[in-house]
């Protein structure tokens, strides 16, 4: 069973840092591709940024020059350093990890910024 574990969230006012982290754990094979995506309430989940096994990275348009997403060398673990924070980043993130054609989720972490 595979798992994703988040941790590093919580609240922050505008202006201030976070830095999310993500490790894989369980009947682990290749991984592919790790991100992140966020959901407020009442939206949609969108993409905050993704990074793949040669570290090539995408990032949202809302979050480009702002938020810096980087893997460990053993490529289980992903970080989301978050700077410059805004009330509008305000939400859940999830982690996301693909791995032989599967997609696992993690459970989640909230962000919370203040204005």
């Known amino acids: 069973q595979v798992q994703l574990v988040e941790s590093g969230g919580g609240s922050v006012q505008a202006g201030g840092s976070l830095r999310l982290s993500c490790k894989a754990s369980g009947r682990l094979l290749t991984i592919g591709v790790m991100g992140w995506y966020r959901q407020a309430p009442g939206q949609q989940r969108e993409l905050v940024a993704t990074?793949?096994?040669?570290?090539?990275?995408n990032y949202g348009d809302s979050v480009a020059g702002r938020f810096t997403i980087s893997r460990n060398r053993a490529r289980d673990t992903v970080y989301l350093q978050m700077n410059n924070l805004k009330p509008e980043d305000t939400a859940v993130y999830y982690c996301n990890m693909g791995m032989r054609g599967n997609t696992y989720w993690g459970q989640g972490t909230q962000v919370t910024v203040s204005s």
């Open positions: 990074i793949d096994i040669v570290t090539n990275v």
